[in-house]
């Protein structure tokens, strides 16, 4: 069975500083997609990065980068210079082999301080 | 170019009742998915269509129904409603979901239904 886990419920970041976001899964899936959204709390989710199981560099887009451990089943999300609009609610989430479901984790909410 | 439209944005209905959400995909997108996201819970997996065939079922009652039509829009029907179901009802559209990149899933703003 697939499973995502996201172990903070809540975090605090100053802003401009960097933040780790956890997220671990469970697949025996011979291949894979993981993806991280942000919902912010207007509901709408919003694509923020991809890693392919079989890519061979961890994803970065921008501000955000992939730390992607197959042997570890880990693929945390890493926000570099936080702002105060990356207050948010931030999910992690996997595409089994068959492509046909998405499996989401139970969300980080991420808060930015001045 | 437009997202992931849904409507109506909210709802209200009693118990007993069937509703029916909408969805258009972002032109191009041919895979359509809906979700249903419980207050305080990720969205769980609710359907998957691909060129107006179910590709995956999630783990949901009967009274759940979708559709996909030649526009590669949908429909989500519940009937029946029970007071548990209320939720954001979030519809996600893809480009072909043959896996990939080209798999990522696109959200649309959602449907809050509420059942009293």
């Known amino acids: 069975a697939q499973k995502i886990t996201q172990t903070q419920p809540g975090m605090f970041v100053q802003e401009k500083e960097a933040v780790t976001l956890d997220c671990t899964y469970d697949t025996s899936d011979p291949s894979y997609g993981l993806f991280w959204y942000k919902q912010p709390s207007s509901g709408e989710m919003i694509f923020l990065i991809y890693?392919?199981?079989?890519?061979?560099q961890n994803a970065t887009e921008g501000r955000y980068s992939l730390n992607f451990q197959k042997a570890r089943k880990s693929a945390n999300l890493v926000i570099s210079a936080s702002q105060l609009g990356d207050s948010a609610m931030y999910f992690c989430?996997?595409?089994?082999?068959?492509?046909?479901?998405?499996?989401f984790g139970s969300g980080t909410k991420l808060n930015v301080k001045p | 170019d437009a997202g992931v439209t849904q409507s109506p944005t909210h709802l209200i209905k009693t118990r007993g009742q069937h509703v029916t959400l909408r969805c258009s995909p972002i032109s191009g997108h041919k895979s359509v998915s809906w979700y249903q996201q419980v207050l305080g819970q990720g969205p769980q997996f609710i359907f998957q269509y691909y060129e107006k065939e179910e590709r995956g079922r999630g783990n949901f009652p009967d009274r759940f129904s979708a559709r996909q039509f030649p526009n590669y829009s949908s429909e989500l029907n519940v009937n029946a409603l029970l007071l548990g179901d209320s939720a954001l009802y979030l519809c996600?559209?893809?480009?072909?979901?043959?896996?990939?990149?080209?798999?990522?899933?696109?959200f649309g703003p959602g449907t809050r239904l509420t059942v009293l």
């Open positions: 890693q392919g199981s079989y890519d061979q």
């Open positions: 989430a996997m595409r089994g082999y068959n492509f046909n479901k998405f499996y």
């Open positions: 996600a559209s893809s480009l072909d979901g043959a896996g990939g990149s080209a798999d990522t899933q696109y």
